[in-house]
């Protein structure tokens, strides 16, 4: 007996199918069928799922979604809502991923760079999207990867040419926005970065007012030999907002990716983080913070492999959970047979604020070969009371100091952003989640 | 290690018959002892479980307890997760039980063939016995075959005997604590255990008593086409303390036997258990064939508040180990701890790891797991730290390294950490890496050849875990590293 929420999606799909952009192109209509079909016949992973284990979707599993949005290029948003201090270069908006041209700035784009939406290539020139958009029945694909290539339409597609380096940073837009119904989005990205090319990418997910919708998302990244990509992720979805996404990323010889990340929003919230370091000397360097509060469940995943000789990976993510908040984090690192020369770090700390909030941490490392350093750490706990002692007795008020020390747990995470408007934003916006963190500001 | 190192050593084999020796001797307790033997048809049914129960005399409830498990195990799967290459167990082709035909009714009167096995394993059941001061029960294939120092230790009020006694002697003891820290259906294993188990040590201390000496159980399968099921039950009572060694060793045989023991370990209030295993079943040939299945389900509940429960483990042998000793801190202050070495070597695998659950206030765990792989094998760590919402400033450490030698085996980590509680304080650290060039190169400078060398740096990873093994098994324990990890280099 399917649940509601898959009996909901299956119902409403014949039509969404035959609407969607590149609908009617055989291929992709045949692959976005099989998806679907998957989806309906294997639902959502239960609680036995080891993947799952922490995040129940029981909740999720009786609900029912709308899926797309047939005003979504109506909807009123404010510019403000979502523009960042500093980042002014080529934007791309999407309102329940649906592209808003009128909200977006494509024009004047650098030399080497190609952005559009999904939805236009789609109907343009699909066959070089062919390869990507086949990629959905992966062995690690799961219910919502698999909605999302079966109802996906539109998202961004974005290249880089060989050897061109994009200075102004892009700037991708997911919009929530209040409707009369619970609404079901998908996005699909592609990002694709020549050798030598290099980008820095702001991915932002905002809600404007309160909603209980669920967004899907599934980008894949190619990183081409040497090629360099600062990727920063700010998620300020609704408070009720859900929101799964899954990145894939290829790392060829050499390339670099540094990775950031700020989960704030949202009730419902996972990423995951597939890395596969598959050519020689590539390198990723991960940092993230979630702040789970209220009844916030935000999950974290990162499944990184090291399949080339002489990788690198260095992940540092720390989580702060208050009142019923509960932050979930994986961080996996497998070394393949033959990789030597790996070396691989990853550190997760947490802190619990209040008595009811929760975290859940599994540090993961998984060698087969023996040219190695591999070390993960991960801690639950408090903050220090002798800091706290310290910085009262210099005269600060207690809630002041529980602040300043951990928003200083939290910085940690936005050390090494090149970007200084950004950074000094994305600072001003933990101080406003921590508790205390208005009046202190 | 270079290339042109590993071809010399592939030449110096070849042309050196007595390194090739020195190569395939490894597992020093293979040997079979001739023994007639009493042993129940190979199946398993409740028709079985009743003969079993039959033959050992048990009262109806026990008899009707393992029914009951047996039920239970009917309608499980067999565990997936820990992701083990293995051949399915063929569940009706083992024989449940086997027992010496000539059953000793005093110590005096034990077969000597077994005698001489136990000597051949270093086991003291005789006059030697009370050299070492170790008061021993020695389990061959099902059952107990004597319990060494019996008198002594009821001068000071500590019952030391077989399970079978137990059941007959102390029914009440038994049937308040068995199956209160394992219950029947707990999981695959456990419950096939709790339907078929054969004998295993009891050990109960009364209140305020300190064992006066330390207690051991030397476990030996040696009956071909049997498994063993021992059940071990530790009583400790408020304020008692006692120190529990167990040891394991079986012939070299193709056939890949089954160990499916319980242990469960209750100690109340400020009482102490300290339980040591050195492992060695037979690991298998170099090519993986045969070895020993060792499923173990172990677990020590910390009842009391300022009770104390620690295990120490060496594990050297088995085909594949699956085992977490664990910890329930119920008491309130109660303090848990996991010190663990695993080794693996040739086809070996192992999934060993531990649980620490804590539920009382100020409860403390301290985990230091050191795994060592080598040849194609598999070493994994998986454990558990989780924190309940009353655990009031519970506090754990962890920490995990591996150490690779070769470039076919793996090294895992899987540890779960769940916290509950704003005021707990919870910790982990691994660490995966090889033995590096310049330690290496640090003692064969000082004149020790490779295997020595590396001998020596195992040695030193594994210090902290041999510190809290009691004397007569730290030697072993070292000693049996080096022979465990013999052609690993080169």
């Not at chain 1, 996906?152 to 209040?178: E, K």
């Not at chain 1, 980008?219 to 030999?225: C, M, N, Q, R």
């Not at chain 1, 360097?285 to 990184?304: C, E, K, N, S, W």
């Not at chain 2, 303390?241 to 167990?246: F, G, T």
């Amino acid at each position: 007996m399917a649940s509601p929420f898959v009996e909901a999606q299956a119902e409403r799909a014949p039509d969404v199918l035959a609407r969607l952009p590149g609908a009617g192109l055989p291929w992709l209509d045949a692959l976005r069928r099989e998806q679907l079909e998957a989806f309906v016949r294997e639902g959502l992973p239960g609680a036995r799922n080891e993947a799952w284990k922490y995040t129940a979707l029981r909740a999720l599993e009786r609900r029912a979604f709308l899926t797309g949005d047939a005003e979504a290029a109506a909807r009123a948003v404010d510019i403000s809502d979502f523009v960042l201090p500093g980042v002014d270069g080529p934007r791309l908006v999407f309102v329940h991923g649906v592209f808003r041209a009128d909200l977006s700035s494509l024009d004047a784009l650098p030399e080497g760079l190609r952005l559009h939406p999904l939805s236009q290539a789609l109907v343009e020139d699909a066959e070089p999207l062919r390869f990507f958009l086949s990629r959905g029945g992966e062995q690690a694909a799961d219910a919502f990867t698999r909605l999302n290539a079966a109802l996906a339409g539109d998202g961004m597609v974005l290249r880089v040419a060989q050897g061109a380096r994009i200075d102004a940073p892009v700037h991708l837009v997911q919009i929530g926005t209040p409707a009369d119904e619970d609404l079901a989005w998908h996005a699909r990205n592609i990002v694709e970065l020549g050798e030598d090319a290099s980008l820095t990418l702001i991915e932002h997910h905002v809600g404007t007012g309160p909603h209980k919708h669920l967004g899907t998302q599934v980008s894949d990244i190619v990183l081409h030999a040497r090629a360099k990509l600062a990727w920063i992720g700010l998620q300020e979805a609704a408070d009720g907002a859900l929101l799964m996404r899954r990145d894939r990323v290829r790392l060829d010889a050499n390339a670099h990716a540094r990775v950031h990340a700020m989960e704030l929003g949202g009730s419902l919230v996972r990423r995951e983080l597939d890395a596969e370091l598959r050519g020689e000397g590539a390198r990723l360097d991960t940092r993230g913070v979630f702040l789970p509060g209220g009844r916030q469940h935000l999950d974290t995943r990162l499944d990184i492999r090291h399949v080339a000789k002489h990788t690198a990976t260095d992940a540092l993510w720390r989580g702060v959970a208050d009142q019923r908040g509960r932050g979930v984090f994986h961080g996996a690192i497998t070394v393949a047979e033959g990789a030597d020369g790996a070396d691989a770090a990853l550190s997760n700390k947490n802190l619990l604020l209040s008595p009811h909030a929760e975290i859940d941490t599994q540090p993961v490392l998984e060698i087969y070969a023996d040219e190695v350093m591999a070390a993960h750490g991960a801690t639950v706990g408090q903050l220090d009371e002798r800091a706290l002692f310290y910085l009262r007795s210099r005269g600060l008020p207690a809630v002041a100091a529980r602040t300043l020390l951990t928003l200083a747990f939290c910085r940690a995470a936005l050390d090494d952003l090149d970007h200084e408007a950004l950074c000094e934003h994305l600072g001003e916006r933990l101080a406003e989640r921590l508790p205390g963190g208005e009046t202190a500001a | 290690m270079t290339a042109e190192r590993s071809d010399n050593v592939a030449t110096l084999r070849e042309n050196n018959p007595e390194v090739v020796e020195a190569l395939s001797r490894r597992y020093g307790a293979g040997f079979i002892t001739d023994i007639e033997t009493d042993s129940l048809p190979p199946g398993l049914n409740e028709d079985i479980i009743r003969a079993l129960s039959a033959l050992k005399e048990e009262p109806e409830w026990m008899t009707e307890w393992r029914l009951e498990a047996y039920r239970h195990w009917l309608t499980m799967p067999m565990p997936d997760w820990a992701k083990l290459k293995l051949s399915p167990i063929d569940f009706q082709a083992i024989s449940y039980y086997a027992a010496p035909k000539n059953r000793p009714k005093s110590l005096d009167e034990v077969d000597p063939k077994l005698l001489e096995t136990y000597d051949k394993l270093g086991v003291p059941l005789h006059e030697r016995a009370r050299l070492a001061g170790v008061a021993v029960d020695a389990v061959f294939d099902s059952v107990s075959v004597g319990t060494t120092f019996r008198k002594e230790l009821a001068e000071a009020g500590v019952i030391f005997c077989s399970m079978s006694e137990a059941i007959k002697e102390h029914p009440e003891l038994v049937r308040e604590y068995l199956g209160t820290v394992v219950p029947t259906g707990d999981n695959y294993f456990a419950a096939l255990n709790s339907a078929v188990f054969s004998d295993g040590s009891f050990v109960f201390i009364p209140k305020g008593v300190r064992c006066p000496m330390e207690l051991s159980t030397y476990f030996r399968i040696n009956a071909g086409h049997t498994g063993q099921f021992e059940r071990t039950l530790i009583i400790a009572e408020d304020e008692a303390y006692v120190s529990y060694l167990e040891g394991c060793t079986a012939p070299m045989r193709d056939e890949n036997q089954l160990h499916a023991a319980v242990v469960e370990l209750v100690a109340l209030e400020k009482a102490s258990i300290k339980y040591s295993t050195v492992q060695n079943w037979y690991p298998g040939d170099e090519n993986g064939v045969g070895g020993i299945y060792n499923f173990v389900t172990k677990r020590g509940d910390c009842r009391g508040d300022d009770s104390k429960i620690s295990w120490t483990q060496v594990e050297t042998g088995s085909a594949i180990t699956w085992k977490y000793p664990s910890c329930v801190l119920r008491g309130d202050r109660s303090v848990g701890e996991f010190y663990s070495v695993a080794l693996t070597h040739h086809h070996q695998q192992a999934d060993t790891g531990t649980k620490m659950i804590h539920v009382g206030k100020g409860t403390r765990s301290k985990i230091v797991s050191k795994g060592i792989s080598a040849g194609k094998s598999s070493n994994a760590y998986r454990g558990l730290v989780k924190v309940e919402k009353g655990a009031e400033g519970a506090r754990n450490y962890t920490q995990c390294d591996s150490l690779l030698i070769g470039k076919t085996c793996g090294a895992h980590t899987f540890p779960y950490m769940e916290v509950k509680n704003s005021t707990a304080i919870v910790e982990h650290e691994a660490t995966t890496s090889k033995i590096s060039d310049d330690q290496l190169f640090y003692c064969r400078a000082r004149g020790l050849d490779e295997e020595n060398a590396v001998s020596m740096i195992v040695d030193g990873f594994c210090k902290q875990v041999f510190r809290e093994l009691p004397m007569e098994f730290a030697v072993e324990a070292k000693k049996l590293l080096e022979v465990s990890l013999e052609g690993a280099v080169g």
